[in-house]
Structure formats: structure tokens, C-alpha cells
């Protein structure tokens, strides 16, 4: 059954906390994003990586930080500097880069109290 | 700076009628477009992908164009069904580009 997971769907936190998203693909996928998305609006990219130990900074990337030390995991870390934490992250990965089609998982909601 | 923009946040339209949602952008020479679904606390799923030589795509009822003069992509569901509310998103990449661009998305219902 291959696809793309997260986890976990729901995830509280306290301020000044940090908390990391798990992003799991069995796709095969070189390419892996992470997106920011809030109520009414678009997906706002924050980090991607092409290949395994790289990674780039997307749009919105200050309060983040990322790894991807295998090829099936793309793990995104929130930490305290975020200063609007709560929203929904969605992870994605497609075989070839940007112009590829992205497969999504479920999404993450992240809810900062 | 670059903007891609969707029609209108919503759009209501009647079950069996066509449903038009527009994508246009400024400041960018897209070489993909790309549509996704979105249903409500779920993850965006891909339904077409249309390149810049391309005019028309089309998948069962589905149908993309892409006018790049215009700067304008159009998507069109036929016969609509209430199975079809969803929020419909365009995203944009140029043929160098990295990472895709999406428009915020226009929320679709369709009612019986």
C-alpha cells in the first residue's frame, strides 16, 4: 500500500515549546516538501529537498528547520522562534521536482495553546 | 512580485451544470499548471497537469486550458455533481523551478 503518511493528524503544544511533524513516503520519491497552509488561504511552501542530506529554505521558512537523512523521511521540526505556529502542514513528495505531479499525505493540525 | 489568483473565494452552481474556475497570474512564465482537489481537512489531491504548448487537457469530465497570452488557465467540470464540492486549487512552476506555486483556491458547491 504505498503513499505518503503523517503523524500524527492532531498535535497540541505549549508556547515556547518545540514539536516535530513526521513525514513518511514509500513512493520511492526523490522530492519532499513541506507546506504551511491557513484557514481560506493557499499552501505557503516552507521547506523541500530534492535528495537525501539537502534541503532548501522555501517561502516561509524562519521558525523551521527540516533533516532528511533517508529517502523516506522528511521529518519538519516547529520550533519556539515560530511566532504563528498553529496551523495545518501538509507533507508531499513527487519523483522528479517541481514540475512533477505531488502526492500529499494527510496533514498535520497543529494547535499552539 | 508574482501572483497567481483564483476566482472569487466561492461558487455555487446548480447539479448538472458546467462549473468555470479561473486561475490567472501576473509576473511569471509558468511552463506547467497543475489542479488539485482539496476536500476539508485533508490533503490536496492532483488532478491535472496542462504545459505551456499545451492548449487543452481533458480527464472524463474534467477539462484544463492554458492561455498563456491571456496568462489564464480554466477549469472545467461538466455535468457537476454535489460529489464535486471541494476547494480546487491551481499551482504554477516554471520549466527551472524548484518548487510549484499555488493560488489560494476557490471553493466549490454544487447543489442538488
Known amino acids: 500500500d504505498g503513499g505518503i503518511t503523517q503523524s500524527p493528524k492532531y498535535l497540541f503544544r505549549k508556547e515556547g515549546q518545540n514539536v516535530t511533524l513526521s513525514c513518511e513516503q514509500n513512493?520511492?520519491?526523490?522530492?519532499m516538501y513541506w507546506y504551511r497552509q491557513d484557514p481560506g488561504q493557499g499552501l505557503r511552501l516552507i521547506y523541500y529537498s530534492q535528495i537525501v542530506n539537502d534541503f532548501q529554505k522555501g517561502d516561509i521558512a524562519e521558525g523551521y528547520s527540516v533533516s532528511r537523512e533517508k529517502k523516506e523521511s522528511f521529518p519538519l521540526t516547529v520550533t519556539s522562534a515560530q511566532k504563528n505556529p498553529t496551523a495545518f502542514y501538509l507533507c508531499?513528495?513527487?519523483?522528479?521536482?517541481?514540475?512533477?505531479?505531488?502526492?500529499f499525505g494527510p496533514g498535520t493540525r497543529l494547535t499552539v495553546l | 512580485s508574482q501572483k497567481i489568483e483564483q476566482n472569487s473565494e466561492a461558487l455555487n452552481i446548480q447539479e448538472g451544470k458546467t462549473a468555470t474556475l479561473t486561475c490567472n497570474y501576473t509576473?511569471?512564465?509558468?511552463?506547467?499548471l497543475q489542479w488539485y482537489r482539496q476536500d476539508p481537512g485533508r490533503g490536496p489531491v492532483f488532478l491535472l497537469l496542462i504545459r505551456e504548448n499545451e492548449k487543452e487537457k481533458r480527464k472524463e469530465r474534467l477539462k484544463v486550458t492554458f492561455d498563456t497570452t491571456l496568462k489564464q488557465s480554466l477549469f472545467h467540470i461538466t455535468a457537476s455533481q454535489p460529489a464535486d464540492s471541494a476547494t480546487y486549487l491551481c499551482?504554477?512552476?516554471?520549466?527551472?523551478?524548484?518548487?510549484?506555486?499555488f493560488g489560494s483556491g476557490t471553493q466549490l458547491t454544487v447543489l442538488p
Open positions: 508531499a513528495s513527487s519523483s522528479q521536482g517541481a514540475t512533477d505531479t505531488q502526492y
Open positions: 499551482a504554477l512552476a516554471s520549466g527551472s523551478a524548484r518548487q510549484l506555486t
Open positions: 509576473n511569471y512564465s509558468p511552463a506547467y
Open positions: 513512493l520511492n520519491h526523490d522530492a
